[in-house]
């Protein structure tokens, strides 16, 4: 069943700036993760955070998560003209052999 | 890092033939693979669930008369359209499952148009 829903679904800021996205799920977790994809293309993994980790950082990126409130956010510092793409989270309610559940996702748009 | 490798990146049909779309994991065996279906400005929703050696399980909604998967070996999976109609049109997408070492790596997707 279709859960995970990320707001704004469109967003669109200057280079240079910070974009946050939100998300919010159902039901319970296991791990939650956020993906990016480019117009027309397969998904690239950024970054994974489990259901015991309340904040995690990989480079530009800045994923939080609120199991009480059952939501995440991901924000990207220091925006670039290629980080233009629509960003999905995604829940995994096992430990790994379950299909993901997507959210609608947050389509982003740096101007340069 | 582990990739995916899916086949074709496009195809046009016409109305009623079969199609059938590979899906292989270059560098690592996934006892477990997935595909996922995404219309044009949606997200991606979960087809069917395909594990070696076994049938494939199908979400609820989905005809597994109509989406054949088969799953041979831990490094190749293949989803068949069959009796394709245009409302099948859509970008499918498949995920191979490497364990907690690859996760899941996700395959570039195969944009269908049935004419």
């Known amino acids: 069943s279709q859960q995970g829903e990320e707001d704004p679904q469109a967003l669109s800021i200057q280079e240079g700036e910070n974009a946050t996205m939100n998300c919010s799920y159902k039901?319970?977790?296991?791990?939650l993760q956020w993906y990016r994809q480019n117009s027309g293309r397969g998904l690239v993994h950024l970054i994974l955070?489990?259901?015991?980790?309340r904040e995690k950082h990989s480079g530009r990126l800045r994923v939080t998560l609120d199991t009480s409130k059952k939501s995440s956010s991901l924000l990207i510092t220091a925006s670039r003209a290629a980080d233009t793409a629509s960003y999905f989270c995604?829940?995994?309610?096992?430990?790994?052999?379950?299909?993901?559940?997507f959210g609608k996702g947050t389509h982003l748009i740096i101007q340069p | 890092g582990a990739v995916v490798s899916q086949h074709p990146s496009r195809v046009i049909c016409k109305s009623g033939t079969s199609v059938k779309i590979e899906c292989r994991s270059l560098?690592?065996?996934?006892?477990?693979m997935f595909w996922y279906r995404q219309f044009p400005k949606q997200s991606l929703m979960l087809m069917a669930t395909s594990n070696e050696g076994s049938k494939a399980t199908y979400e609820q909604g989905v005809e597994k008369d109509k989406f054949l998967i088969n799953h041979a070996s831990l490094t190749l999976s293949t989803l068949t359209v069959t009796s394709a109609h245009p409302e099948d049109s859509s970008f499918y997408i498949c995920s191979a499952f490497g364990g907690r070492n690859y996760g899941y790596t996700f395959g570039s997707g195969t944009r269908l148009t049935v004419v």
């Open positions: 560098d690592f065996q996934a006892t477990t």
């Open positions: 955070i489990r259901s015991n980790e």
């Open positions: 995604a829940t995994a309610a096992g430990g790994g052999a379950d299909g993901l559940t």
């Open positions: 039901t319970s977790i296991n791990n």
